[in-house]
């Protein structure tokens, strides 16, 4: 025998029913942004690496560390996309859509990220993003938060995830808060560990994201970014709380809330759900207002987020959303019944958009068919053998609760089926 080929470490088959979870998860959130006025954009997965490298920052882990960077044949730096904001921002100057008119934008695929595999963490994972263009104000920040609660309801998240916010502010007063915050840690660079003295003079903030506990005082008793905004971002800030008051969305305020990248400016957000041991954060984003004019457009305001679904879906495991049933499994006898229950069964399908019926392919005796329609999960058997073709008729099996099984004319089928499953 040769060797077997395995999927790439941190790379996963989603097999059923993990798969009917994920598609159940995106169709009952993508449902929710269609009800907000939100419209799909496709980018594709590879991008030129400059791209990532120009928007992030060169100094965060992405780029760093978690990009799968390759040559291509002609020579080109491209990169699998590890997020999606920079695309959608590529493919708005590129195709001229982000001014003029406000858009509101979502999309949803693989991801990919060089990181230690763990649960939670994969390299390649999914991501729903949602992208605004061409809003100033604080009132898209609470649409963004609202929208995403309304979707945690929607797909019966069995617990409330936490929801943190901060403003980052402007960048002028992120960069006079920089300096504070630098002559601040260098009075304790002997206890810094190695990432965050690398980290003090290229991107001291994020310092204030480490998780070490040795660093959790230091960092605790950090001057505050919240109390260095300009003016405008406060009253940014402020407006979003009264947003989210009036809307009963509860928060709390996280000054240490930095997020990753380098392209966000005033409100940014997280969702932290409890439960979910060390990779807690199921969505997070925040206003990037800069980002357009870095890469090359005229200046837009802008905001976003982005969920993790392997993470959101990791929580719904276990409760009532369990796998996909079927409803009829066609037990056909012989090859007169293998011909006409193919025609009745898209009859069915055709008639009864609801319905989900699996035909019997293969042959078999009554009891392997029987066997078969079982493990399917269907709910019912339609059974065509040859008493039934010369009488028009099907036999009707219960295959979930204890009832005698009947017979219905084919003709009342249709009729039989929806009755039943509508009860
Ligand atoms: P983390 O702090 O967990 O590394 P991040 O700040 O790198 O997260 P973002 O870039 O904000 O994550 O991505 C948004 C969301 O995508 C995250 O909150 C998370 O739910 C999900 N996510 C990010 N990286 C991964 C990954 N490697 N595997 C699975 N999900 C991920
Ligand atoms: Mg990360």
New binding site residues.
Partial sequence: MSKRIQSIRGMHDVLPPESEMLRATEHATQNVLRQYGYQEIRMPLLEQTELFKRSLGEVT?IVEKEMYTFEDRNGNNLTLRP?GTASCVRAGIQHGFLYGQPQRLWYCGPFF?H?RPQK???RQ?H?LGVEVFGFVGPDIDAELIILSAHMWKKINLPMQPRLEINSLGSSQARNKYREKLIAYLQQYEDRLDKEAKQRLHTNPLRVLDSKNPEMQEIIHNAPSLLEHLDAESVEHFLQLQKLLDAANIQYTINPRLV??LDYYSKTVFEWVAEGLGA?A????GGRYDGLVEQLGGKPCPAAGF???L??LVSLLEGSQQAEQSIDVYMVLMGEAAEIAGLQLAEELRTQLPISSVVTNCGGGSIKSQMKRADKSQARLAFILGEDELKSQNITVKYMREKRDQEMVSQSDLVAFLENYINQ
């Fill in positions: 882990d997020e990220r990181e939670g963490r994969y994972f991501q997020r990753g990779q954060t199921i969505c997070a982005a969920i993790g392997e993470r």
